[in-house]
């Protein structure tokens, strides 16, 4: 059966630091093209971040330069650094996974979620001002 599960997250002030994980069992997502995504109540899930099978990686605009994706294919595990956090970062961040292809926040963008096969069940993250 395949897992992913994210841990890591939590409440904290504005200007802080966490370090979200996402561990992938019951199958190698090697070459697959992994993000994270959040979601707020009442919007879309939207891509915060993804890492491609050649190990490029791409963020969204919000977060660059804040956050830092990061893929450790011998732990089968995904990593999410978080700095500067913002009180609009709040959300309920997941990581998913998907079959090789186009693996850009952009592309993610207008491709939607269906291509997305294997999600996680979330982990909160609050940031208060």
């Known amino acids: 059966q395949v897992q992913l599960v994210e841990s890591g997250g939590g409440s904290l002030q504005a200007g802080g630091s966490l370090n979200l994980t996402c561990t992938a069992s019951?199958?190698?997502?090697?070459?697959?093209?992994m993000a994270w995504f959040r979601q707020v109540p009442g919007k879309e899930r939207e891509p915060v971040a993804s890492?491609?099978?050649?190990?490029?990686?791409s963020h969204a605009n919000s977060v660059k330069d804040r956050f830092a994706i990061f893929l450790d294919n011998a732990k089968n595990t995904l990593y999410l650094h978080m700095a500067s956090l913002r009180p609009e970062d709040s959300a309920m961040y997941y990581c998913?996974?998907?079959?090789?292809?186009?693996?850009?926040?952009?592309?993610?963008?207008?491709?939607?979620?269906?291509?997305?096969?294997?999600w996680g069940q979330g982990t909160q993250v609050m940031v208060s001002s």
């Open positions: 019951g199958y190698s997502f090697s070459g697959y093209c």
């Open positions: 998913a996974a998907k079959a090789p292809g186009r693996c850009t926040i952009a592309s993610i963008r207008r491709a939607g979620l269906t291509p997305w096969t294997y």
């Open positions: 890492v491609a099978r050649d190990d490029s990686l």
